[in-house]
């Protein structure tokens, strides 16, 4: 148990490879989901969650805003309730049957709605942070379970390890098989639009691939090869949402036309959209490129 506060590193994520099956048929228990196999891996860029323990019997604080640093706010128009890390901090109460009064306060970084996993890792963190505040001696698989009950990523960030180690994420975000680390330089960006995940995957409903194209195997042949090779090769790096984040956002395809134009090299949409990256993100550049409507930052795999 810890007194005071504690500020716990969530980490956005990318998606290296992402394959998607078409929605589970009516019948099934989770109709209309999707089964995935993905390579998971952290950036650098990280939300600062504080979590601060308050006396017994207070009532507990959520608080969102942005860091100053923050390279592309927007309006946090959403209810505090609604907060995936202030619901985490409610299914962790629920979870033990008891209060864990605590400030919760999440400093953003990670763009909104774009695809990096903030709202999964910020939740991730108050379940991992409040384990350690209130000295509950959870473990990480039990946690991963709550938090499963949050969202679908969730379960990837909840780690014995900050950043989140790489890993193949199965099923429907249930199956996280830890990886080794791939490091490499990363250059994000950022478009001024979101893409809806419900509406990607509907679009991709509306035109998916084959079922059986979430295979495991595949992803873990893609991961084998970049570990042994110490290079990732951008040609192994796919995602069956990109087409349908293009349809929902026609935008998008324009901006990746524009990236590849002004910026070179291979561009890839991580998650539904609608941040895309680069492998090889020149840190020592002098300056950043400039496609209109898009923000970049440079980062890397950790």
């Keep these: 148990m810890i007194t005071g506060s504690l500020t716990v590193f969530a980490h956005a994520k990318i998606n290296l490879v992402l ?22 891996a952290c950036v650098d860029l990280h939300d600062d969650v504080v979590l601060t323990r308050l006396a ?59 695809g990096l996993g903030g709202g999964s890792s910020d939740a991730a963190a108050v379940l991992l942070g409040l384990d350690r505040l209130f000295g509950l001696g959870l473990k990480a698989s039990r946690l991963r379970e709550i938090g499963m009950g949050l969202g679908s990523d969730v379960g990837f960030f909840v780690d014995d390890e900050v950043p989140a180690r790489p890993a193949i994420v199965g099923g429907l975000g249930d199956v996280v098989e830890r990886v080794g680390r791939a490091g490499a330089e990363v250059l994000l960006a950022v478009p001024r639009f979101g893409c809806p995940t419900g509406g990607v995957y509907r679009a991709f409903d509306a035109a998916p691939t084959a079922r059986g194209r979430a295979n495991v195997e595949a992803v ?27 349809r929902v956002q026609p935008r998008l395809a324009e901006v990746l036309a524009e990236l590849a134009s002004v910026c070179g090299g ?35 795999l950790v």
């Design 56 to 114: 017994e019997g207070s009532a507990s604080v959520g608080l969102v805003r942005w860091a100053v640093d923050a390279v592309a706010p927007t309006l946090i128009d959403w209810p505090i309730e609604k907060d995936l890390a202030v619901r985490a901090h409610r299914a962790l109460e629920g979870a033990m049957g008891r209060a864990l009064p605590a400030r919760v306060e999440v400093v953003k970084r990670i763009p909104v709605g774009g």
């Design 19 to 40: 394959l998607v099956d078409p929605a589970l048929a009516v019948g099934h228990a989770k109709a209309g989901f999707h089964e995935i196999a993905s390579w998971f």
């Design 266 to 300: 291979v561009w890839h949409v991580t998650g539904s959209g609608s941040c895309c990256y680069r492998i090889g993100g020149e840190r020592g550049a002098a300056a950043l490129p400039r496609v209109d409507g898009v923000v970049f930052t440079r980062t890397r």
């Design 220 to 246: 873990r042949a893609v991961v084998s090869a970049a570990i042994a090779a110490g290079v990732i090769d951008d040609s192994a790096l796919v995602n069956d949402l990109a087409g349908a984040a293009a």
